[in-house]
């Protein structure tokens, strides 16, 4: 980016503050090889600002932002010309390991086996090198070159020592070697090999899956041919950057071919059914898989990533106090304001009161994490720059919405939880559970019939069965079924003193 201004020392002190504040950016005034016009009375400036995320938005981003950082403190600069240079990536590199070499006097069992301890790392030195990949260069290439130019690579070493040690490679392919023109048709048709080797190595064991979940003739186990032969070729593909054991190619064939088979044919036995279905499920897979990598963009180099171990504590302590009364008030929902029983009056285990709270703290989090996704899209994309006031005003209110939305759903599902319960006690079944509340028909007798009791609201129902949870403390509340106790279900609550009264389970409608 290159910025002009007038020649005063001050304003280009200024200038200079203000743009070098920015993180990743690099001010500097321009020198006779960046060849440009500079006019009498004027001072030209050239930054190189660090920008992340999509390219085509970068260049507009960037220049938000140097408006924005020239605004701050009023410098009256300008920018002239703002241009995209890729950052230069350095070139390839791969890892070479030293490797203690069999002695030669071995024997061919004792070789045998120290070829295969050998690929699979037992004879390593634990001396690793990072080694610049040059094109067109094999395996066998690279490890001579790396023992030519020992001296210059490692510390300490005039030559390399071929009769102790050797040289190892990472697993990996043979790398592609650069053909000298690129419009011919055979290197056009070489770009799409990774596509084509793709495309075949999804649907080759999704092909074989399917036809041993599909089918029920022992027939369907013929299946299993295809990918039991491409375990060499396979192997033998992945591993050909140097010459390995054949029976390691082997099982990194099987690792790769048989992993793959054998997850799409958990997922086509074990997933849902229908061809729509599995496009759902699919769907949702990428879903999370765009609200992973969302979150990712967001939390990257921000305040909160930089902050994260000191933040952790603080958002975690909090949680055993907090679900506990979530829990409570979701309890005291389900108890008092539907069945009209007050919620310290029934024992509930304590934990209990953090499961209930569980799946909407939950929920609230997924949702939260489904709007940072969006965030770190919009960051991706650099709409936090150019949409700023916009992004930070509206995420804070989509977090809001959803707690509500959350609270309100939870609410609704936990007054039809409480509506399930008394409509099974009016039919005379057993009413299902909910999160530790488990109430059961029973029916009451008095201990003394010839003492008079306390009965809030009367009378004691003792001719049919009553809803009953387990007490805490010494009064006793009971939910009545009979209509004639009002319209409204909290209508039906009945208090009495738990020594007055005898429970008996029920065992039909009505209590003799």
């Known amino acids: 980016m290159i910025v002009e201004g007038p020649d005063d020392p001050d304003e280009t ?37 660090l ?87 094999d395996g066998e290439q690279l490890k001579a070159r790396v023992k030519e130019q020992w001296a210059n690579l490692t510390q300490g070493s005039e030559v390399f020592d071929d009769d102790i040690h050797d040289l190892r490679l990472s697993v990996g392919p043979r790398p592609r070697r650069e053909a000298a023109e690129s419009s011919s048709p055979s290197n056009v048709l ?34 299993l041919l295809a990918p039991l032969t491409s375990f060499g070729p396979v192997g033998h593909w992945i591993t ?7 029976l390691m190619r082997l099982a990194c064939g099987a690792l790769v071919v048989g992993s793959s088979t054998w997850v799409l044919y958990q ?14 499920g699919l769907a949702q897979g990428l879903l999370m898989l765009g609200i992973a990598s969302g979150c990712w963009h967001a939390f990257s180099r921000s305040w909160l990533s930089r902050n994260l171990v000191l933040l952790l504590p603080v958002l975690i302590a909090p949680l055993p106090f907090v679900l506990p009364w979530i829990g409570s008030f979701l309890h005291t929902a389900y108890l008092e304001d539907v069945l009209g029983i007050p919620e310290p009056a029934v024992h509930i285990s ?13 929920l609230t989090l997924v949702i939260t994490l489904f709007y940072v996704s969006l965030y770190g899209w919009a960051k991706y994309f650099n709409l936090h720059i150019s949409q700023g006031v916009m992004v930070n005003g509206v995420f804070p209110l989509l977090v809001l919405l959803a707690a509500l939305g959350v609270a309100e759903l939870t609410l609704k599902e936990v007054q039809a939880a409480a509506e399930r319960t008394y ?77 007055d009264v005898s429970l008996y389970p029920a065992t039909g409608t009505s209590c003799s």
């Not at 049919?464 to 509340?477: A, H, I, M, N, T």
């Open 190 to 223: 070489r770009r799409f090999r990774p596509v084509t080797m793709a495309l075949f190595a999804v649907a080759f064991p999704l092909l074989c899956a399917w036809t041993i979940a599909s089918f029920s003739s022992p027939w369907r186990f013929m299946a």
């Open 350 to 362: 304590f934990y209990w009161r953090s499961s209930v709270a569980l799946k909407p703290v939950a």
């Open 423 to 499: 409509s099974a006690a009016v039919k005379g079944d057993q009413p299902p559970g909910y999160f530790g509340i488990n109430g059961r028909l029973v029916c009451v007798r008095l201990v003394d019939p010839a003492k008079p009791i306390s009965v809030h609201p009367g009378p004691l129902p003792t001719s049919r069965p009553v809803l009953v949870f387990p007490r805490e403390g010494s009064d006793l509340w009971v939910w009545d079924p009979s209509p004639e106790r009002g319209r409204f279900s909290s209508e039906h609550a009945v208090r009495m003193r738990a020594e």
């Open 13 to 49: 002190q200024r200038a200079v503050e203000a743009l070098g504040s920015q993180p990743g950016w690099k001010v500097r005034t321009a020198q006779p090889h960046d060849r440009l016009m500079v006019t009498d009375g004027r001072v030209v400036l050239v930054i190189d600002a």
């Open 240 to 246: 050909s950057n140097e010459p390995r054991p054949r």
């Open 51 to 137: 920008a992340y995320g999509q390219r085509r938005t970068a260049v507009g981003a960037v220049r938000e932002q140097a408006v924005r950082l020239l605004r701050k403190p009023p410098v009256n600069f300008r920018i002239r010309e703002a241009r995209l240079a890729r950052y230069e990536e350095e070139r390839g590199t791969t890892l070479v390991r030293v490797v203690r070499r069999m002695p030669p006097g071995a024997g061919r069992f004792r070789r045998w086996l120290g070829r295969h301890i050998e690929a699979l790392g037992g004879a390593d030195t634990r001396h690793v090198l990072t080694v610049p990949l040059v094109p067109g260069e």
């Open 267 to 280: 997922w086509l036995v074990h997933g849902p059914g229908g061809l729509g279905a599995q496009a759902w």
